[in-house]
């Protein structure tokens, strides 16, 4: 299974399917400041309407997005990612497996594999390009009570190596909100980044407490998900992240299109709303904290 099937699958568990339109949204009207889209699939093809990265990077400079963080979710996307962090100096990598992958390799092709996997990731964590480890995590929605110890050493394995280089560990949770604190809190992780930010304001004043990032995606714009915007009332912008997970979770209006970088400004507009705070404000914060957390985007 590659890359692409293993996020369509992830993604279509949160209902969120292929994209209902075959062409990518109106651009957004350009922030007057910068920031950064923290998580972004770049590599993930759809047949029909596929984006270049150079055409990418383009669109998301033409409405103040400077940087990407390119996310890899399995061995052939990290590799895919460092070496389009080598070519484009806006853009940062991460490597890891996705902790719905992670028990896939254990269970089908042996221990060993993962074990080998893993190694590969620690690896290419090294390069100078790779700037945080994820996305990695537990995901219980989808991985059965076989697979979750597996789940957990990749996990383990994935935060050992981000405590050792000093980067951040880039987790992806889901329906294991108190496990994932759990583990994090027994390897002693320094650096946290919440990708794709699912829980409550008490799950947020968790993270707050502790010192680390919840990145908000575009699903903080949907109707059902008051949830998460209760959680941005918490959130100090100090903490704060944006993200696309382009190619999916395209914020409102534009629910079920294509989600590029260049949306970023839409899911922005959400957030300084419930921040209370200007959109320029949270921009800059987002920006801010990317830099500290993935270096500057030249």
Known sequence: M???DNELRARKDFGVTESKKREYPPLPEKLTTTTADAHCHLDIEDEDIFMSVEDSLAKAKAVGITGIVQVGVDVPSSKWAVKTAKEFSQIHATVALHPNDAPLIAL???????????????ELAKEDVVRAIGETGVD????SEEGRAFQEKSFRAHIQIANKLNKPVMVHDRDAHLDALRILDDEKAQQVIFHCFSGDKEFAQELVKRGWYLSFAGTCTFKNAQSLRDALQVTPLENVLVETDAPFLTPMPYRGYPNSSYMIPLTLATMAKEMNVDINTVAEAT???AEKLFGKFE
């Not at 042996?110 to 893993?118: F, K, P, R, T, Y």
């Not at 219980?140 to 991985?143: I, K, M």
């Open 2 to 4: 590659n890359n692409k």
């Open 287 to 289: 920006r801010k904290n």
């Open 108 to 122: 089908e092709k042996g221990e060993s594999a993962l074990d080998e996997a893993i190694a590969e990731i620690a």
């Open 140 to 143: 219980f929605f989808r991985t």
